[in-house]
């Protein structure tokens, strides 16, 4: 994940707020800030779920925080994404031992 641009409308001295490609959702920003940055980093940030759009609660942003933080967000995107690739795969699993179990197909 990348942060695309800093969205100069939105951002203030202490907020700067930050637009990512793709956009990042509530699961990868709970996932990062559960697993990857821990409290005292995750304190820095908010999310907003209407528009997807991170902030970030301090004045300065170097290069080296945009690094950490996509760094960070794509760690988190693709554990999410197994995440849910795991937990299709075993629905898929159980319908179709249900399936094999009754003699019915899945429709």
């Known amino acids: 994940m990348k942060l695309k641009a800093i969205i100069e409308s939105r951002t203030q001295m202490g907020e700067i707020v930050l637009q990512t490609e793709p956009k990042l959702t509530g699961d990868v920003f709970d996932y990062v800030c559960e697993h990857i940055w821990g409290e005292g980093t995750a304190d820095q940030f908010a999310f907003d779920t ?47 031992r249900v399936s094999k179990d009754s003699g019915l197909p899945l429709a």
């Open 50 to 96: 209407s528009t997807g759009e991170l902030t970030f609660l301090r004045s300065l942003l170097g290069a080296d925080d945009v690094a950490n933080i996509e760094t960070a967000l794509t760690q988190a995107e693709k554990a999410v994404a197994r995440s849910k690739d795991e937990a299709e795969s075993e629905h898929k699993g159980f319908l179709q």
